[in-house]
Structures are given as structure tokens and as C-alpha cells.
T-cell receptor
Framework: GAGVSQSPSNKVTEKGKDVELRCDPI?????LYWYRQSLGQGLEFLIY????????KSGLPSDRFSAERTGGSVSTLTIQRTQQEDSAVYLC??????????????FGPGTRLTVL | AQSVTQLGSHVSVSEGALVLLRCNYS??????LFWYVQYPNQGLQLLLK??????LVKGINGFEAEFKKSETSFHLTKPSAHMSDAAEYFC?????????????FGTGTLLAVQP
């Protein structure tokens, strides 16, 4: 079956511009996660969705970052006024159930964001 | 708070040799542990996971890991390395302190396989 997909695969933008990153989770998965992978910080959690609500936004690095999920499916991560330190690979993951720590998180291929 | 530590950011082995990638965890509650592999320009793929059912866990591609509570370790092994095993490997623990079960990752180990 189809896995987690993300678009675009690569995004190059200029400092100060806004960007939107999209995640399509596996159909039927209720939990959705965004992570960021960068050279300096490794793999770090950003935000968690349970259905359409986001009970944990603790990993978002600043108020320039926001995310939403609609219809219990697609999620969009928005970064406003991008900075060079935002350059990273943004990974989306989904799992079948919420509240089950042993459920496997399935990852998408990521969006590589480069801020010039 | 839970965390994992991966010893050795780079490991190099010869084809056919034993692969041993080290992971130690810190957790105040029984941990759930995962190993993921990342091939170049790809996302993370689950190799195996420990969910307290059995201490020796077998995964895909011939990998296995043993949970040792006394050593707080969850090392990943493969008896015979193949060229296709060259990738970056991440150990992770599920954050059971909150409600999200987000994964907390180690810093990764880049495995090189020499012919």
C-alpha cells in the first residue's frame, strides 16, 4: 500500500519568505508527527497531531512555525519569515493509533529545505 | 525524562564481518525501544522494536537486538555485513512521559561497509 508521502521533496527559498510543507499520511492513521533533521541538532520532534488536534506543539522552535491537519489526513507545516537556521530535512511520520507507544511510526521521505 | 545514547558516530566493517551498533538508554519507566535505518536521501525505515514481549528482537534484513536491563542497552547486531547495509542507523525511545509517544532519537551511527 501507499506509504507516507511528502511534498515538495526539495525546497529552496530566500531568507524572509514563507514556505509550506505538505504531508500525506498512510490512510487510516490517526497519529501524525513532524520531526526535523539537521546537522547540528540531529532528529528532533516538532509537533504531534491526534486526529485534527495538536495536543503537543512543544518542539516547535519559534512562533514562526505552525502546522495544521485537516480531515484527519493531510497536514501542512508552515514556516514564516524563514531564516537560514531553518535549513533542514523535515520528516513526517504517521502511526495507526494514538496513545499507543509501541505502534510503529512510518516515515515519509522528507522535504529538504534550504534557506539562502 | 528518557534518552538514548549511541556510541560511535561512524563505524566501518568489512563485508562479511559482524556488525555491532551500540545504544544505551536512560528511562525511569520500562522503555520501548526502536532501531531505524536511513538510506541516503530517504526517510527512516523501522528495523525492529522492543515492546517488552521478548528481550531478543529479530528485525528485517538479518538484524537483531537484545534488550539488557542490567546494562541499560539495546545494541543492534548482524552476523555478516553486506554492502547494502551501508546507511545511517538511529536508536530511539518512545517518550512515555507524555501522551504523544513521540520518538526521542540518538545522534545516529553511520555504517560503512568495505569490500
Amino acid at each position: 500500500g501507499a506509504g507516507v508521502s511528502q511534498s515538495p521533496s526539495n525546497k529552496v527559498t530566500e531568507k524572509g519568505k514563507d514556505v509550506e510543507l505538505r504531508c500525506d499520511p498512510i490512510s487510516g492513521h490517526t497519529a501524525l508527527y513532524w520531526y526535523r533533521q539537521s546537522l547540528g541538532q540531529g532528529l528532533e520532534f516538532l509537533i504531534y497531531f491526534q486526529g485534527n488536534s495538536a495536543p503537543d506543539k512543544s518542539g516547535l522552535p519559534s512562533d514562526r512555525f505552525s502546522a495544521e491537519r485537516t480531515g484527519g489526513s493531510v497536514s501542512t507545516l508552515t514556516i514564516q519569515r524563514t531564516q537560514q537556521e531553518d535549513s533542514a530535512v523535515y520528516l513526517c511520520a504517521s502511526s495507526f493509533r494514538t496513545g499507543v507507544p509501541t505502534d510503529t511510526q512510518y516515515f515519509g521521505p522528507g522535504t529538504r529545505l534550504t534557506v539562502l | 525524562a528518557q534518552s538514548v545514547t549511541q556510541l560511535g558516530s561512524h563505524v566501518s566493517v568489512s563485508e562479511g564481518a559482524l556488525v555491532l551498533l551500540r545504544c544505551n538508554y536512560s528511562s525511569s519507566v520500562p522503555p520501548y525501544l526502536f532501531w531505524y535505518v536511513q538510506y541516503p536521501n530517504q526517510g527512516l525505515q523501522l528495523l525492529l522494536k522492543y515492546t517488552s514481549a521478548a528481550t531478543l528482537v529479530k528485525g528485517i534484513n538479518g538484524f537483531e537486538a537484545e534488550f539488557k536491563k542490567s546494562e541499560t542497552s539495546f545494541h543492534l547486531t548482524k552476523p555478516s555485513a553486506h554492502m547494502s547495509d551501508a546507511a545511517e542507523y538511529f536508536c530511539a525511545v518512545s517518550d512515555r512521559g507524555g501522551a504523544t509517544n513521540k520518538l526521542i532519537f540518538g545522534t545516529g551511527t553511520l555504517l560503512a561497509v568495505q569490500p
